[in-house]
């Protein structure tokens, strides 16, 4: 049995059902400013596991079942609830998430790749 990697969770490039999928009902907002970072509300499952048996490794295939993208009316609980993981999963004081933007501490952590695409600056947390 490989070791497990602990930190590598990877996640399924398939969407889900339309009904279960509401990021199509925002596809011309989401073409409009694509840099423009959102926060969704999703329900995950593993699809799969990966063993990597040359590196003694494995890790878990996440697979979106369900998907909302957070709009203005709820912006303000989800954006609690956000921060309140954040802090309970690091041990940190919980960020602050002002309506259009992300906390400076919190996009410290974002990908790396994140510069290739965005530029120098945080991403924004969208309110639709």
Do not use: W
């Not at 999928?21 to 995950?44: E, F, G």
């Not at 979106?64 to 954006?79: G, M, Q």
């Not at 259009?100 to 969208?126: I, K, S, T, W």
Request: aromatic residues 4%; charged residues 25%.
């Amino acid at each position: 049995m490989a070791a497990d990697k602990g930190d590598l969770v990877t996640l399924a490039g398939t969407m889900p059902p339309s009904n279960t999928n509401a990021l199509r009902t925002y596809a011309k907002d989401l073409m409009a400013d694509p840099t423009k970072c959102r926060l969704i509300v999703a329900m995950i499952d593993v699809v799969k596991t990966v063993t990597d048996h040359d590196k003694g490794v494995a890790y878990p295939v996440v697979r979106l079942r369900h998907v909302e993208l957070v709009t203005s009316d709820n912006i303000a609980v989800a954006s609690e609830i956000l921060g309140g993981e954040l802090a309970a999963r690091t041990g940190a004081e919980q960020l602050p998430f002002e309506h259009g933007q992300v906390a400076d501490d919190f996009a410290e952590g974002r990908p790396e790749d994140m510069d290739e695409v965005g530029g120098d600056a945080p991403p924004r947390l969208g309110i639709v």
